[in-house]
């Protein structure tokens, strides 16, 4: 997939493992979509694409974070996404690629690009389309999709690779609001 790079977020123990600490926020969704597994089988078939990780980390007193609200304000009441944590741990099944997904450290919001290299990494490999993946639909890959699509790339987002907190909200943002700045459509067609 020349000039295309897949994009993957919010995959962490904190969302996906059974003790995750905001496992439920996307459980039912997630299941629904079978995200992680399809994500793999995504991963597997890809070779000589750009695949990046971009997971949210934070330091212990979480100090980024200045008068938070909304999500990130649940994300430091209940300690999620803590460095040194197995919480913040980008999920095993991920993990295992190994060299195959680069990791690009520092995001410590809704966007993947802010606070990270991520838009200097793709534009280093010459990347016109970015293919999202991940959670939460509603939050930070609609967040990163937009800001994607508002600095030139082409967006792309896989339906069957995305979790919302309920099923209702991720269909509602791949039926109703993706298609205004993105293509749709699942990993199986990639």
């Known amino acids: 997939m020349k000039n295309k790079a897949i994009i993957l977020i919010g995959l962490q123990n904190d969302y996906f493992s059974e003790d995750g600490i905001l496992k439920e926020v996307v459980e039912e969704s997630s299941k629904v979509s079978n995200i992680i597994e399809n994500i793999i089988n995504l991963v597997e078939r890809l070779d000589n694409t750009l695949i990046i990780s971009t997971p949210i980390i934070f330091s212990e007193d979480y100090n980024e974070l200045i008068d938070p609200v909304g999500i990130l304000q649940t994300i430091k009441e209940v300690g999620a996404f803590k460095k040194g944590t197995k919480g913040a741990e980008t999920i095993d099944q991920i993990k295992a690629f190994g060299d195959k997904i680069i990791e690009i450290p520092g995001k410590l919001g809704l966007n993947a690009f802010a606070n990270t290299s991520l838009e200097e990494t793709l534009s ?25 699509h508002e600095k030139g790339f082409k967006v792309t987002m896989l339906s069957d690779c995305i979790s919302g907190r309920t099923v209702f909200e991720k269909d509602f943002y791949c039926e109703n609001v993706y298609p205004l700045y993105a293509k749709i459509t699942t990993s199986d067609k990639i």
């Open 124 to 148: 280093s490999k010459n990347i016109e389309e970015v293919i999202l993946a991940g959670t939460v639909a509603s939050i930070c890959i609609d967040s990163t999709g937009r800001s994607a």
